[in-house]
Nanobody
């Protein structure tokens, strides 16, 4: 059973870069045909897919966030990382990492982390 765990600061100041790491256990992030995503849920809103990194290292981004988002991975640590630049209070949300067989996912499954709250505030 794969397990995903998000980690990173819970508070980020406006205009700074938000950085989160997802640590994966029970499965390799290079396993064929899996995609590793970041999803968020802002207060009162639905789940928003932000982007993903595939088993080969290819990256995919939501058009609405592409200019501010970067996803990378460290295969030696079996981790992948989200960076979101120039954050505003509207980026306050619970951030999830997830594994799926498709690039875009917003349907919670057992292959999601528990989520981590990030608040953008001065």
């Amino acid at each position: 059973q794969v397990r995903l765990q998000e980690s990173g600061p819970g508070l980020v100041k406006p205009s700074q870069t938000l950085s989160l790491t997802c640590t994966v256990s029970g499965g390799s992030i290079t396993t064929n045909y899996y995609y590793w995503s970041w999803i968020r849920q802002s207060p009162g809103k639905g789940l928003e897919w932000m982007g993903a990194i595939g088993y080969s290292g290819s990256t995919y981004y939501s058009p609405s966030l592409k200019s501010r988002t970067s996803i990378s991975r460290d295969t030696s640590k079996n981790q992948f990382t989200l960076q979101l630049s120039s954050v505003t209070p509207e980026d306050t949300a619970v951030y999830y990492c997830a594994r799926a067989r498709q690039v875009v996912t917003t349907r919670p499954t057992n292959d999601w982390g528990r989520g981590t709250q990030v608040t953008v505030s001065s």
